[in-house]
């Protein structure tokens, strides 16, 4: 049997192929009762069934995934919930506080870039030596995330939330009690554990709230509350650790994290993953998940490298004043915030593309410090590229992985976020050996190299290959298919 592949709407047939028969596609059946179909983007295109078996085959830009049969319970079978666990209303109330739990607990993520220099004099220790709270943080997270991720897994997400958030709170009281180095370090550990468990389960715990084809703009506005901590978390954590003392924020931190427990446990609906709308990813490809984590790796060890010591690199580098510091990082997230804010328009319909704009910014921001760290006007305006880029790319690799996730949702995520951590410890402790050996002024250099092989990877994903290549492959699978039956 021969068969001939339709030309993608409004491309031209090659010359040979003018007098060929074409065998047309099927119409599209509609969807089983209780079936959800994958979201179809723009540049992940669902193009192909197969010519053997009549599975649904689907080259999202290069990549071949063939949709499972109904005995696989992955996304896009029968059995996945089309209803949302819970109504509108109750939902977006529950987004809204799970964004505020995400300010408090990026916050606390994030503190040492502004209170590194006011921690090091207190505590009588090096720059050098502060950043290890970034690092200890980084790694706690990373190794925590999977385990604890496969360990809550079939739990109410409900009440995972609200003990990871009293766990949090506890570890950020430490924080606010002690006067010593090894102490500060046992808090970042513990922060650090609850930071993994929380980001492991709210992403696809808020998305799993709302329809599948809004997981994009639900985890963007998630994603708001990490966002605002670049505005006002971080800018008032400096303020206030300069003016007062640096273990005020912490006390400010436990109290909020402790709050926002209870407000978790009175609004959020009972439901596990499996009851949620994405309980898995819904074009699930294990070859793309591990490129995205590649990606995810060089993306954060990237901005770690040089904004854990963004208080040295403008003050020492630059000749900013300490003073102007915190307006400095609330000018980068008043950018970041409205950034993430519009990029939930377009994360759905363009997730691949989404990805590249996000790392290509980042290039530009590191060529423009690399190039322009001595003056002050550069630097305002790469703190503000920053914010974009920043804010671009991690909603949009988040929903990018959670799409492509071969395993279940708060499983796929808590790789993710391990991989994220990893390329925070790296980066924060790869910019302590360049500040001590080289200086500051050499971070954006290191910082431009991995983002340009991030991006690579990026643009030589499927939806930047070659069209053809992808026909043929998807061909080569239908036929060994059909063979085999």
């Not at 059946?29 to 079936?35: F, K």
């Not at 609330?330 to 993430?340: K, L, M, S, W």
């Not at 929903?399 to 993710?416: F, M, V």
């Not at 030589?460 to 492959?473: D, I, L, Q, Y």
Request: aromatic share 8%; with cysteine; net charge positive.
């Amino acid at each position: 049997m021969k068969f001939t592949v339709r030309n993608r709407p409004g491309a031209q047939r090659p010359a040979s192929a003018m007098h060929e028969p074409v065998m047309h596609e099927p119409a599209a059946l509609p969807p089983a009762a209780g079936e959800t179909l994958p979201v179809v983007a723009k540049d992940e295109q669902r193009a192909y069934a197969s010519p053997v078996s009549g599975d649904a085959v689907f080259v999202p830009e290069g990549d071949i995934i063939v949709r499972p049969d109904a005995a696989s319970g992955k996304a896009g079978t029968p059995g996945t919930p089309l209803t949302p666990p819970v109504s509108p209303g109750r939902a977006n109330a529950t987004l809204v506080a799970l964004a505020v739990c995400a300010f408090l607990v990026v916050s606390n993520e994030i503190a040492p870039m502004g209170m590194l220099p006011t921690m090091a004099a207190d505590l009588g220790r090096s720059e050098g030596q502060l950043g290890m709270t970034a690092t200890v943080f980084a790694l706690a997270t990373m190794v925590a995330t999977l385990p604890l991720a496969r360990l809550t897994t079939h739990m109410i997400r409900r009440w995972v939330i609200v003990a990871t958030m009293a766990f949090w709170s506890l570890g950020a009281l430490v924080a606010a009690v002690t006067h010593s180095y090894e102490a500060l370090l046992a808090s970042r550990v513990l922060t650090g554990f609850g930071h993994a468990l929380f980001w492991a389960v709210v992403t696809p715990a808020a998305a799993g709230m709302f329809p599948a084809a809004q997981r994009g703009k639900s985890v963007a506005r998630l994603l708001l509350g990490g966002s605002a901590a670049g505005v006002i978390g971080l800018p008032a954590e400096t303020f206030l650790a300069q003016q007062v003392s640096w273990h005020t924020p912490f006390w400010i931190l436990a109290a909020g994290g402790a709050i926002m427990a209870v407000a978790i446990a009175i609004l959020m609906p009972s439901f596990r993953t499996q009851q949620s709308t994405v309980p898995r990813g819904d074009v699930p490809s294990l070859s793309r998940f591990m490129r995205i984590l590649v990606v995810t790796v060089l993306m954060t060890w990237s901005l770690s490298m040089t904004w854990t010591f963004f208080a040295a690199l403008f003050t020492d580098v630059t000749g900013f004043a300490d003073g102007t510091i915190p307006i400095l990082l609330f000018v980068g997230g008043v950018v970041g915030v409205f950034a993430t804010w519009m990029v939930a328009r377009y994360v759905d319909r363009w997730p691949v593309k989404s990805v590249a704009l996000g790392q290509a910014l980042l290039l530009l921001l590191w060529v423009g410090l690399s190039l322009g760290v001595h003056s002050k006007v550069v630097v305002v305006a790469m703190i503000c590229l920053e914010g974009l880029a920043w804010s671009v790319t991690v909603v949009s690799m988040v929903n990018w992985a959670l799409r492509h996730t071969p395993w279940t949702s708060d499983i796929g995520n808590g790789a993710y976020a391990s991989v994220f951590n990893l390329g925070n410890a790296l980066g924060s402790r790869l910019g302590a050996v360049i500040v001590g050996v080289w200086g500051a002024r050499w971070l954006p250099v290191g910082s431009l190299g991995l983002t340009a092989m991030a991006l690579m990877l990026v643009l030589t994903v499927g939806g930047f290959a070659s069209r053809e290549g992808a026909v043929r492959r998807v061909l080569t699978v239908a036929m060994r298919k059909g063979n085999a039956g």
